[in-house]
C-alpha cells in the first residue's frame, strides 16, 4: 500500500481552490492584536493538518450541488471549531506533541491551554453569526455540545473494560464523529439544500468519523510517535479502554484479564501500552477494530449513491477512504 501521508493533497486537488479560499478566512480570522495570543496563534497554525473536516464541507457542498459562495465561511468555522478541540483534547490526555510539534499545554500550560481552546470557539461562533443563515450556529452549537457530551462520558467510563461496542461507538461518535457528520450534513444543506441528501451525507459523515476514531485507537496501540506525529499509548495511560482492547478482554480467561487490567492500573508502571503487550495478544482485537473500521466505510460509501457521478463524488469517496489507510 502507498503511503497515504502523500495522497491526502493529490486526492484534494479537484477543491484546491476551494481549500485555498478557505485557508485565507482561517488566517483572517486565526489572528488578533494581543501580542501573547497571536503567538499563540502562529504556534497551533501548524496543527491545521489534513484539514479533512473542511474538506468534506466543501466536497458535500460541491457534489449535492448546494454550493453557495459562503461554503469557504462555513468549512472554516467547522475546521475552527476542529481547532478547539485538539487544543482542549490535550490538555485531558497531558499530551506533551501535536503533529509533531510542542502542544500548547506544554509550550504554555494547561490553563492558558484551555483559554486558547475558548477562544477559538468563541472565534468559531462569532464568524458563524455573520453568515446569511443561522444554521451553522445552530448546528454546530448542538454538535459542540454533543463532543463536549462525549469527552464527560468517556472519562466517567475509564478502566470500563466490561463496556459494550455499542457504548464503545456511542461514545466515539459523540467525541469524533458528531463533527464529520456536521461537515457533510452542512455542505450539503447550507443555506438550503436537499434534507435528504443532506441526512444521507450526514450519516455518510457519521461512519467515517467513527471509523477514524477506531482508525486512531488502532494506531495509539500499535504506531510510534514519529510515525503518528503525536505521543502514543496515551489511551492505556488514561485509562480509556478502546474497541481492540475491549475484544481482547472479552474473549480472555480470568487470569489475563487481571494481567490486562494490571497493565491499566499497577502503580508507577513506567511503559504501559508496552506492558500490555506483554501479557495479552492484541492482533485479534486490532483485526476486529480494522474490521469494524472497514465495515463502517463500506456503509458509508454506499451512501453516496444519493449524489449524482462524477469526479467530486468520487473524491468524496476517496476521501472517505483515506481514513483506513492513515498512518497519522
Not at 479533512?52 to 457534489?63: D, I, K, Q, S, T
Not at 448542538?142 to 472519562?155: D, F, V
Not at 497493565?263 to 503487550?277: N, W
Not at 463500506?298 to 498512518?327: C, H, W
Amino acid at each position: 500500500m502507498s503511503d497515504p501521508s502523500g495522497e491526502l493533497p493529490n486526492l484534494l486537488a479537484p477543491i484546491e481552490a476551494d481549500l485555498e479560499r478557505t485557508r485565507e478566512v482561517l488566517d483572517r480570522e486565526l489572528s488578533d492584536n494581543s501580542p501573547a495570543v497571536r503567538d499563540m496563534l502562529d504556534h497551533i497554525s501548524r496543527f491545521r493538518g489534513k484539514q479533512l473536516r473542511a474538506a468534506m464541507v466543501l466536497l458535500c457542498g460541491r457534489a449535492s450541488g448546494a454550493w453557495g459562495p459562503e461554503h469557504p465561511q462555513v468549512a472554516a468555522v467547522v475546521e475552527m471549531i476542529h481547532l478547539a478541540t485538539l487544543v482542549h483534547d490535550d490538555v485531558l490526555d497531558g499530551a506533551s506533541v501535536r503533529r509533531r510539534v510542542a502542544s500548547v499545554n506544554t509550550r504554555w500550560d494547561n490553563q492558558v491551554a484551555v483559554l486558547l481552546g475558548d477562544w477559538l470557539y468563541a472565534r468559531a461562533f462569532a464568524l458563524s453569526t455573520r453568515l446569511q443563515s443561522p444554521l451553522v450556529s445552530r448546528h454546530l452549537a448542538l454538535t459542540t455540545q454533543k463532543i463536549c457530551k462525549g469527552e464527560i462520558e468517556q472519562a466517567g467510563h475509564r478502566y470500563d473494560f466490561d463496556l459494550s461496542r455499542d457504548g464503545y461507538e456511542a461514545i466515539a461518535g459523540a467525541k469524533t464523529a458528531s463533527l464529520y457528520a456536521a461537515a457533510c450534513e452542512l455542505g450539503a444543506l447550507y443555506p438550503d439544500g436537499d434534507e435528504r441528501t443532506a441526512s444521507e451525507l450526514g450519516l455518510f459523515g457519521w461512519e467515517v468519523g467513527l471509523a477514524f476514531q477506531i482508525v486512531d485507537d488502532v494506531l495509539d496501540l500499535t504506531g510510534t510517535q514519529e510515525e503518528v506525529g503525536k505521543p502514543v499509548g496515551n489511551d492505556v495511560d488514561d485509562g480509556k479502554v478502546t474497541l481492540p482492547v475491549l475484544h481482547v478482554y472479552a474473549s480472555a480467561d480470568n487470569s489475563q484479564r487481571a494481567a490486562i487490567r494490571d497493565a491499566y492500573t499497577e502503580p508507577g508502571l513506567a511503559d504501559r501500552v508496552g506492558r500490555l503487550r506483554e501479557v495479552c495478544d492484541l492482533r485479534p482485537g486490532l483485526e476486529a477494530a480494522r474490521g469494524r473500521a472497514d465495515e463502517l466505510l463500506r456503509t458509508a460509501l454506499g451512501r453516496l449513491s444519493v449524489l449524482p457521478d462524477g469526479p467530486i463524488r468520487e473524491t468524496l469517496a476517496r476521501a472517505g477512504s483515506f481514513v483506513l489507510q492513515r498512518r497519522y
